[in-house]
């Protein structure tokens, strides 16, 4: 039934998806199917997809209106919040445009806040999310919000949810994510099979397809096809093998892993938002109450904006040793309080914990800083 | 059997020649607006038969009959190491930028950190406030002899300019701010440097590295010994050069 394609126009077609995405949307809501507009991987995706609502992400990834967001907003602030504010109140980003509802969290307070502005403009639905991941109360906390964003969206679009639907978006949900975890383990083999470029484009584009079951099936598909080349002798050349961190990257900011490949490494494991921090874990499906699943699984989730945050670390530490990493990457927003004040800690996890070089780079959506992501990135490699 | 290594920085570019024991000849050229032929007049200068030649620095990628390109932090870790065996770190002031570079046992890099956001920490700031009293840096140490620095508290070049402007119009004597800069300079360098484990012997590099009033500031502020040499803003192109020698004894 499918046509056969070769790899690289796989890995293209996923790229594509954003790009596409639009008019995916556009067919989507001709479904007559919410659209539920999200900014965070907190954000329990199984309560939407339980009355057959999509979510996209909103994390803009362009400069592009960061100016149009400046009159409202402070200049020195993550460029994810002013150009996603930017998006959405110069109504030039066609995913916002389709969002029914926008949902946040209490992640950073620049988001916090940004989301009091947006919901001026864009009905927004704030979750409270607690600190102290491992706490009781921040459990139960949690566990509410969760139930409160189900009310809420049962009252928008006039529907009830209920927990059999819940059981079923809980199970799609972790075949997406199995099929997405066997794809990004691709990143062991060593040699490697390919590139952290196309890693990023599938799993970047990925997020931008709207019919679940299809994403699986092409995933599992492509997963298999690549065992299947690298079985035959399909093979890249040997390279320091880099593992990708910080702050939410994807979009523009290929930049790095361009920066990375093109100087003579290889990414073979993202840790960020794009990446593993939200898939590695599964909702557990044998808890008979969904929401205390669902709270448990999203409380898991290694961000800085956590404290304490020993997640990260976990994780961290356990793709280091299982994707035979050389050396670690971070990429870190400019004005991203969390993130860059927990460098020094990563840093310091990675330098004598785990033994192995670490260099972290400020970044941000714009082009200017090819050049110097380009020497620091080379000079990184030649160290190692 | 000879290398050459070539440094395209943004004001000069430099370029020597190595024997694999001794650098035997060097030059040094305005940048100016275009690296490419800076460097190729470099090249012309310096040439023998089949030696290998490594480029460096900013416009590495522009000499076309170079061997191999390799990055000015590991060149500058390499050539400093050859100028002084002794040393366990770098620290570099440019006109554009400021790097700190750790050493390994083996002379190898083992860290580095790199500051080009900031133009408050570079040479470009002292540059702009030495325009502003009308002196030459070339007469510094003579000019900030026996003054002691005024405090300047602004963190960032543009800020401080303006406050250097009124504590003129305050009748603060300009050795005096001239010594402030240069301790503003060197608290924030050794500041930035402290981010990494250093210790040991530093070499330091870079326009400012010559003049000795710096170097003592820095050294103070940074409590470690700081050594420099008078052809250390070749170091860059001696690196270069002597990786380019290691690389062709090797095949
Ligand atoms: S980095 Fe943290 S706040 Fe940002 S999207 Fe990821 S989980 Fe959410
Ligand atoms: S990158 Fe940092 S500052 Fe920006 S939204 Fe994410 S956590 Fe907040």
Redesign the interface.
Known sequence: MTIRKDLPSIFDDFSEARRNGFMAAKNFKETDRPMIGTFCTFMPQEIPLAIGAATVSLCATSDETIEAAEKDLPRNLCPLIKSSYGFGKTDKCPFFYFSDLVVGETTCDGKRKMFEMMGEFKPVHVMQLPQGPDQQHAHLVWKDEIILLKETIEKQFNVTITEEQIKETISIKNRERKALKEFYELGKLNPPAISGMDILKVLYGSTFKFEKEDTINELTELTARVKEEYVAGKKLESKPRILVTGCPIGGVTDKLVKAIEDNGGVVVFYENCMGAKAIEDLVDESNEDVYDALAEKYLKIGCSCMSPNKARFEMLGRAIDEFQVDAVVEAVLQACHTYAIETATVKDFVNNKKNKPYISVETDYSTSDIGQLNTRMAAFIEML | MYSIGIDSGSATTKGVLYDGEKIIDKVIVPTGANPRRAMEAIYDKLYRENAYTVTTG?GRALLKVADKQ?????CHGKGAAFLDNQISAIIDIGGQDSKVILLDRDK?????L?N??CAAGTGRFLEVIMRLLQEDLCDFDDYVSGASGTKISSMCAVFAESEVVSLLAQDVSGPSVAMGIIESISQRTANFAKKLPIDGKVFFSGGLAQIESIRKTMEKELGLEMTTHEDAQFAGAIGAAVIGYQHMSRK
């Not at chain 2, 390799?70 to 590991?74: A, F």
């Not at chain 2, 190898?108 to 580095?112: E, G, L, P, T, V």
């Open positions: 900013y390799v990055t000015e932090i590991t190898n890099i083992k860290d580095f790199m080009d956001k």
